[in-house]
């Protein structure tokens, strides 16, 4: 998928640093969307964070884990993350995924709106999730979820856990400067990337007791920057590696395809990103057991083999 060429560099910067860069707050994940507590198993929570066209990448972390045995219990994302949680909660398997992930196409999500001054309406990609998920809510998905987006007024973390599947994607996944803010109940929120690049917390809150991250966020590129748009590109990438790293530290295991040279906008390098993300998925694997293992003896469990 392209998405249209902006009228600055500004859109552009953002669109490329699709991750997140400033502060956040407590999300507001209220009680009655956690997991139900099974004493037999740890409960399994997957975060999926943003990163535009590196998203393809979690299809692949999500193959090797199913390959494994290990099925998450809880999903949560950001961004291009709440678009492959939203249909894995809905009850898609990874081979699923893939399957729409490769039938995917740019009229099916992108609508540009002339009078926003070249921006992406997001209406599309709102109705794309809807048609996938079959109309159902976020509450009534198979998997309890959670989608994370920025609520543009006062700065603070929003995180959905019920209401309509497609809007809370739409707004996980409006960059700025790129896509319209979207209006919900006269408040207006913008790509969860901008509070929370991999959502640790949301899916802690939903009730797992093991949390696998998938950061795909941007890094700093190792480069002295030349010109005033690489230097201010360069700092809010560093802002957001900040912000990613303090929440990450709360994860139990951390997924990192090697998706670096995957640009926002390549979409036409799905097969990339789901093999780097199998790669990542498949050296982690023997983490994630022993994980599992420690938190079932801790539980009073027999570990499953």
Excluded at 27 to 54: F, S
Excluded at 229 to 258: C, H, N, Y
Aim: proline share 7%; with cysteine.
């Amino acid at each position: 998928m392209r998405l249209p060429r902006p009228r600055s560099w500004l859109p552009l910067l953002f669109a490329a640093l699709l991750g997140g860069c400033f502060g956040g707050s407590k999300p507001d994940t209220r009680p009655d969307t956690a997991l139900p507590v099974l004493a037999a198993k740890p409960r399994i929570g997957l975060a999926l964070g943003g990163g535009a066209a590196k998203g393809f990448a979690h299809i692949g972390v999500i193959k090797m884990l199913e390959a494994s045995g290990i099925h998450p219990d809880a999903v949560s994302g950001t961004s291009a993350g709440s678009v492959v949680g939203a249909l894995y909660a809905s009850g898609m398997d990874a081979f699923a995924l893939q399957e729409r992930a490769f039938a995917l196409d740019e009229a099916s999500i992108r609508d540009v709106r002339l009078f926003s001054g070249g921006l992406v309406q997001g209406q599309k990609l709102q109705d794309y999730v809807n048609e996938r998920v079959k109309g159902a809510p976020i509450e009534k998905l198979r998997m309890p979820f959670a989608a994370v987006a920025t609520e543009l007024e006062n700065g603070e973390r929003a995180v959905f856990v019920r209401g309509n599947t497609g809007q809370a994607v739409r707004a996980s996944s409006s960059i700025p400067g790129v896509f319209e803010p979207v209006d919900i109940a006269g408040k207006h929120f913008v790509d969860g990337g901008v509070v929370s690049p991999v959502p640790v917390d949301a899916v802690r809150r939903l009730g797992a007791d093991i949390v696998i991250a998938v950061d795909i966020s941007a890094r700093p590129n190792g480069s002295n920057p030349d010109s005033m748009v690489g230097i201010v590109g360069q700092s809010i990438t560093i802002m957001g590696r900040k912000l990613a790293e303090q929440e990450l530290e709360r994860a139990d295991i951390v997924i990192r395809p090697k998706v670096g040279q995957i640009g926002p906008t390549d979409f036409d390098q799905k097969n990339v990103a789901i093999l780097e993300g199998e790669r990542a998925a498949l050296a982690a694997i023997p983490a994630i057991k022993a994980k599992i293992a420690e938190k079932t003896a801790a539980m009073g469990q027999p570990a499953a083999k």
